[in-house]
Structures are given as structure tokens and as C-alpha cells.
């Protein structure tokens, strides 16, 4: 499900393109229009979208992973008494 106001794409010859256009409607889906198709400052460009979602379906592994540090340091003093 999309949490996106749609785009109905009258007139727009980038629809085909934009993600407010192509993304699956919800079952209470909010659509616009833009008043000048051809200067519309809400596209979404369907292939950075993408990028996007790959970047982040990567995490980064956390520096504490590598090293495996203890997240509550221990005083060592006290263990060996």
C-alpha cells in the first residue's frame, strides 16, 4: 500500500514515468491534478525511486558488529576481585 496522493495524469506525458502515477492505489487513495501538466513539481522519477529502495534495502553494518564490542561496558576491575 502507497501512502501517496496519486496523480491522475490527464494530459502528462511523463505519467508513464512518475511514480505518483505508476505506485498501486490504496483503498482510500487521494488523487490531484496538476494545473499545468507540463510543469509539474510533484514527479517522482519511477528509476531514482528505485535507486532509492535498493540503497536502503542494504543496510550498513554497524561498527560494534565488526569489532564485537559490548554495548554496557564492564569494569574488569570488579570481575576479577
Do not use: V
Request: overall charge negative; charged content about 35%.
Amino acid at each position: 500500500m502507497t501512502d501517496i496522493a496519486k496523480c491522475e495524469g490527464i494530459e502528462c506525458d511523463k505519467k508513464d514515468s512518475c511514480y505518483r502515477y505508476t505506485c498501486p492505489a490504496s483503498a482510500y487513495q487521494s488523487y490531484f491534478r496538476p494545473s499545468i501538466p507540463e510543469i509539474c513539481g510533484y514527479f517522482i522519477d519511477n528509476k531514482e525511486r528505485q535507486n532509492e529502495r535498493t540503497k536502503r534495502a542494504s543496510p550498513k553494518r554497524d561498527a560494534r558488529e565488526e569489532t564485537r564490542e559490548p554495548l554496557i561496558p564492564t569494569n574488569e576491575a570488579e570481575d576479577n576481585a
